[in-house]
Structure formats: C-alpha cells, structure tokens
C-alpha cells in the first residue's frame, strides 16, 4: 500500500527527444507526488511536484502528468538534452494526519536516464 | 550545493563494528530526514526529527538509532554493522513539520562500506 512502482529501470534517448518516466502507486490517500533528479556523486534535488487537484503541472521542459483514477503519473522530459542525463525517482506522501505514517516520502526505485549526443 | 553538510563522505569498517554519520541541515530548517540508498532497495526512508523530536519512522533496524541535537544537526548511528548495511546513507532537511508540503533538500551523501 505504501509502494510506488517506477518504470522503466533504464531509458536512453537521443538529444532532442522526449523522455517518458512512469510510476504508479495503490494508495489513494497519497496526497503529493515529487519528482526527484539525482546527479552522480550527489543527493537527489526536487524537479517538479504536483498534487491529486491538477491533471498536469509543466515547468520549462519538464512536465507531471496526473491520473488519479488509474493511479499512475508520470514525468515527460521534452526536447531531452546531455545535460538531463540523471536518475529520476518519483516519490509519493501521505497527508499529516498525526501518528507515524505522516513525513514519509516514499521513493520509486529511480530509471537511469541517459540522453545521446 | 543544497546547504546539507554530511560526514563522513565515506567510510569503511568491518562486520560487527559501530559507526556514526552526522548532519548538519540547512540554516532554518527544522526537520531532518534520513534515507538509505542501496543498488536493489531505491531510497528508502529511515526516520525523521522535527525540532529534535522523533517524527516518523520507517523501515529503520533495532541496530539504528538516531537523534537530533539542541542545535539542530543529528547523527545516525548504525551498530553492530553487517555486509548488508553497505549503502549510500542521505540526510535531508526541510523547514517543514511534513515531507508532504514542500521540498526536502538532500545532503551528498554517506557512503557505507562493511568488509
């Protein structure tokens, strides 16, 4: 119940394309839902979130497409570049409602991507 | 830079051996978070202090304690270490009391190694 399933593990692109990242989640009291970009040899930094109220949140390049019926979203990298290549997890977090389930963020296992010159 | 200081950036020790990894969040946060990274478990969340109170809790071992001091940083001390603790260990923190309303900003990085 608390799991957010990525996919894929792994994406290459070439330079200009679009990269397409997907999670899914079973838990419907998730209320917030990160994407999270990981550089080697540094901590993961927060790219772009979305809440279950909007249906698609974009910034510059990168976009958060919501279904909360299906239970899924994903991260859509237009017009990829080198520069992008990274692991990106997608994370999902329960609303405070006191007790201990509040404050966890939990992560997708992560998709290396990486974009071709 | 994110601001989140940790040492030490690496460390190698034997099995059964104790260690401890600190934290300094960023200037004005309250909370301070702890994850473990490995290659097969994703990042997957330890526990969290807000203002030097346990929060929430995750997946943490009886092996794993930690707190978080009157000046905000905190450590996390991992005990009676075996080969299956070697990880990447982050610490984040955010001004927030929850990790659900807005940014958690995350350190470089501790990475474990059990011989």
């Known amino acids: 119940q608390q799991q957010v399933k990525q996919s894929p593990q792994s994406l290459i692109v070439q330079k200009g394309g679009i990269s397409i990242i997907n999670c899914a989640y079973e838990n419907t009291a998730f209320d917030y839902f990160p994407w999270y970009q990981q550089f080697p040899g540094k901590g993961p930094a927060l790219l772009i979130a979305?809440?279950?109220?909007?249906s698609e949140k974009k910034e510059g390049r990168f976009t958060i497409s919501f279904n909360k019926s299906a239970k899924q979203f994903s991260l859509h990298i237009m017009d990829s570049q080198p520069g992008d290549s990274a692991t990106y997890f997608c994370a999902a977090s329960l609303p405070f409602t006191g007790g201990t389930s509040y404050g966890k963020l939990t992560f997708g296992q992560g998709t290396i991507l990486t974009v071709h010159p | 830079d994110s601001g989140v200081t940790q040492t030490p950036k690496h460390l190698i020790t034997a099995t059964g051996q104790r260690v401890t990894l600190r934290c300094s969040p960023r200037?004005?946060?309250?909370?301070v978070y702890w994850y473990q990274q490995s290659l097969d478990q994703g990042l997957q969340f330890l526990i969290q202090y807000y203002n030097g109170e346990e929060r929430a809790k995750g997946n943490i071992l009886e092996r794993f304690s930690a707190q978080q001091f009157p000046d905000l940083h905190s450590e996390l001390n991992l005990s009676s270490l075996e080969l299956g603790d070697s990880a990447l260990y982050f610490c984040?923190?955010?001004?927030?009391?929850?990790?659900?309303?807005?940014?958690?900003?995350f350190g470089e990085g501790s990475r474990l190694t059990v011989l």
């Open positions: 984040a923190s955010s001004v927030f009391y929850t990790s659900n309303t807005g940014e958690l900003f």
């Open positions: 200037s004005g946060d309250l909370s």
């Open positions: 979305i809440r279950p109220d909007v």
